[in-house]
């Protein structure tokens, strides 16, 4: 065996979204699967949204970040559709990385309305309005904070119920 | 079942020509969207517009690697490298969005967007809805993943077709006259052309005058609460583009998009 599941899990969680460097794609609930053959590790990854430009990064640093840490002459990166990717995918810790990065972690829940809840990452009030339900990526929605006053990012929620 | 099954074989054929459809409508509808870039009525809407574009190359790109599995050829070939008579994408998606054109004085049509984006994106759900319980697996796992990000497409739509339907007298015109040529080629994207029978009964989708009726359903107590009258029945003036039937748009779209690819079809993206 050229490693264990478990040493290539620890490697992922040291590869990072590359545009919210505080949360690895581990706690962002992309990893679908690792296996591990004699000569050859295949990843399966899930893509949170199918057009995010950041995909092709991420298979790339999870290749390098492989193969540095173990000695592996293949390692394949696959992005699957099989399991869709959901919100509540993202771990505890991926949600605290979120926070700390400016954006509001998604909701836990939807309203059978179709409504959510959003607080302030910086100052937790509820207090907030919609800027734009698009943001700068595709996971990201534009909000506005009227007690603290800063302009904030929040992840969309994503559910096979919508 | 082998691959030299006839009845395999059929099936693959359907497949195929299904794909096409739903990956040659997405692939030109985000072109045309990408188009408005920095000319949309607002920063946030630009924001909105890009990013429901960006979404729908996603889509188109993996509708396109599907057919790549299949042995069409590579993506970037199928999305780039084919001439419009093999394009399979309906007539509705290909039409420029206004006079002018993006590098000179585009004067381009919002009402027209707003309505061809609605009503596409409509049409698109329900069909993503059909495809869940598509007899191609690859098909029914995209389908749960695409309808997610659609939630968020219609939501945006729908709300600009009803504000600005219910806005000022001009709004109202212009929306009502964009709406009239929308449904002049809506049932292009219903339309699964020749390959209809099979795709149906091979249970890859559900049949064409279903997905219209299920459109219908879906729009008419919006088009109510609106006070808009749902037209008795659509269609398909410029051809079925299903069949190879397309406008001179096509053929422009295709020339501009695939500039830089016929350069040099073998650099790397």
Known sequence: MIATNEEVWKVLLGVNDPEINTVSIVDLGMVESINIGREEIRIKIIPTFLGCPALPIIQKNIENAVKEAIEVSEVTVEFVCSAPWTSDRITERGREGLQAFGISPPPRHIKENGEWQVDCPYCGSTYVTFDNLFGPTACRSILYCRSCKNPFEAMKPMSTDM | ?269
């Not at chain 2, 009402?111 to 059909?130: D, L, M, P």
């Not at chain 2, 209809?196 to 249970?203: L, T, Y």
Request: glycine share 6%; charged share 25%.
């Open chain 2, 1 to 269: 079942m082998t691959e030299n099954d006839p009845i395999n074989q059929d099936y693959q054929k359907a497949v195929i020509e299904l794909l096409y459809q739903l990956a040659d409508d997405d692939f030109i509808h985000a072109f045309r969207g990408s188009e408005w870039l920095g000319l949309a009525p607002h920063i946030e809407e630009d924001v909105a517009f890009s990013s429901i574009s960006q979404d729908t190359m996603g889509h188109t790109a993996m509708f396109y690697r599907l057919l790549e599995e299949l042995g069409e050829g590579s993506a970037d070939h199928l999305a780039q490298g084919r001439s419009s008579i093999e394009r399979k994408n309906c007539v509705l998606v290909e039409l420029v969005n206004g006079p002018g054109n993006y590098m000179e004085k585009p004067r381009y049509d919002w009402a027209f967007a707003v309505v061809r984006n609605y009503f596409y994106t409509q049409a698109k759900a329900i069909k993503i809805q059909s495809l869940k319980n598509s007899s191609y697996k690859p098909l029914s796992d995209a389908a749960v993943k695409v309808k997610m990000e659609l939630y968020f497409h219609l939501l945006h739509w729908k709300t600009w077709f009803t504000q600005l339907m219910t806005s000022t007298d001009e709004a109202r015109k212009r929306m009502e006259e964009a709406t009239e040529r929308v449904f002049a080629e809506l049932d292009g994207v219903f339309s699964q052309g020749s390959y209809r029978v099979k795709i149906v009964d091979f249970g890859l989708i559900e049949d064409e005058t279903i997905l219209r009726k299920l459109w219908i359903q879906e729009l008419s107590p919006i088009f109510q609460s609106i006070n808009l009258t749902m037209p008795e029945s659509f269609g398909m003036k410029h051809g079925n583009g299903r069949d190879g039937e397309h406008t001179g748009d096509l053929e422009q779209a295709i020339q501009t998009l695939s500039e830089v690819y016929r350069l040099n079809p073998a650099a790397a993206w």
